[in-house]
């Protein structure tokens, strides 16, 4: 069976964090939506997404297809239901579209496959705006940790360590060190990938996952729910936030309530308000409908785009989206969105020129021995345009 992971109309209300990838490689709990897809069905993914995104995220069609949608998590029940799929039928909830079995040969058109589709009760998270995915984590990762650890064995944890918990609810993958460290497990799991270090002092309270090769620094405190993707260098206080993966926070400050995508530097002492001084609801830009819309959370970060960075001591206001691309620095609170290549802070913006963008990027690849493929820097190069009435 071929399985394509479709964006529906919600891929706007996660803007920025999908102006650079489909949906589904949005990370919540542990893994990615696509990565969770492909272990539940033992099967690869392809992407029905934005055009300009495809060449680096192909749509591998064929005369027996599921059309899944992106934005939701599997769980066995709803993998079943799947299964059972007959050609050309699909389920949903309300009007959203969860999975369409095609022998068309041509991509999902979702309107009318709604009207095909059956309705189903099955529940699951799902991700249709940003502050879900910080939201949600905890369960997410709950869900993950039975996934990846179930009939495995976790390497032993050093004497040197505290457990409060069950010491069960801790995974270590091959590779993975962590000494002299406090680890509570008893509001959830902790779970550890391959190579990835817990440095000696830090101070860990779950659900937790830290992604491959990536490292807590000295002294680090984490909140659960929270999740380090892989190739990240994290440190000084962090609550209840989510890091895609190849990004540092590597020195002291606090990150609450928020998401970082991926190729992101939080410069030294940068620190982000997560709650309002009169404890109202946070307001966030949404660029669907190109405003500030209430989230209904007293609790809500900073939402940061791929190939952000900050410099240090920013200090980012309550409920701030930051673009792609962007380079913040100064003194002062700068605004609550940051358009996408932006270069400035609260004294200013300007834009930051797309061949300097690039070069920056090229530096931080190459600090990881990677090389950015013509096709991301084609990706990038469409978001700089399509982003430019957000900096006028």
């Known amino acids: 069976m071929n399985y394509i992971l479709f964006d529906d109309a919600t891929w706007q209300n996660l803007l920025p964090l999908t102006y650079t990838k489909p949906v589904s490689e949005i990370r919540i709990g542990i893994l990615t939506i696509s990565e969770k897809w492909e272990k539940y069905l033992n099967s690869k993914v392809s992407f029905q997404t934005q055009p300009y995104l495809r060449a680096k995220y192909k749509c591998e069609l064929s005369n027996d297809v599921v059309f899944i949608n992106g934005n939701i998590c599997p769980t066995s029940e709803l993998i079943k239901q799947i299964e059972l799929l007959d050609v050309n039928t699909g389920i949903k909830q309300a009007n959203s579209l969860i999975a369409f079995r095609s022998n068309s040969g041509i991509e999902l058109n979702i309107n009318e496959a709604i009207t095909s589709s059956k309705e189903s009760s099955i529940t699951f998270i799902s991700v249709k705006n940003v502050w879900d995915i ?20 976790s390497l032993p944890l050093s004497n040197s360590n505290t457990v409060i918990g069950d010491s069960k609810n801790v995974f270590l993958e091959q590779g993975a060190v962590v000494e002299a460290a406090i680890l509570n497990t008893t509001s959830g799991p902790i779970y550890i990938a391959k190579d990835a270090e817990i440095m000696e002092g830090s101070v860990v309270r779950g659900p937790f996952a ?33 890091v895609f993966g190849f990004s540092n926070k590597a020195h002291d400050g606090f990150l609450g309530n928020s998401v970082v995508g991926e190729w992101c530097n939080l410069g030294a002492d ?61 003194g002062g609170f700068p605004p609550t969105h940051i358009a996408s290549f932006c270069w400035g802070g609260a004294e200013g913006m300007e834009e930051y020129k797309f061949d300097k963008m690039t070069e920056t990027a090229d530096r931080v690849y190459a600090r990881r021995h990677i090389t950015m493929s013509s096709e991301e820097k084609q990706i990038l190069e469409t978001v700089f345009h399509q982003t430019k009435k957000f900096r006028s």
């Open 134 to 153: 910080f939201s949600k984590n905890g369960e997410a990762i709950n869900q993950d940790f039975e996934l990846l650890t179930k009939n495995k064995t």
């Open 210 to 242: 830290l992604g491959e090769h990536s490292a807590l620094k000295l002294s680090t405190k984490v909140y659960g729910p929270t999740t380090i993707g892989p190739h990240c260098k994290v440190g000084g206080e962090i609550n209840n936030s989510v």
């Open 270 to 330: 940068t620190n982000n308000s997560n709650l309002k001084n009169n404890y109202g609801n946070v307001k966030l830009f949404n660029y669907a409908q190109e405003k500030m819309i209430d989230t209904n959370l007293q609790f809500c970060g900073l939402i940061m785009g791929d190939h952000s960075k900050c410099g240090i001591n920013t200090m980012f206001n309550t409920g701030t989206v930051v673009g792609v691309g962007a380079n913040i620095f100064g």
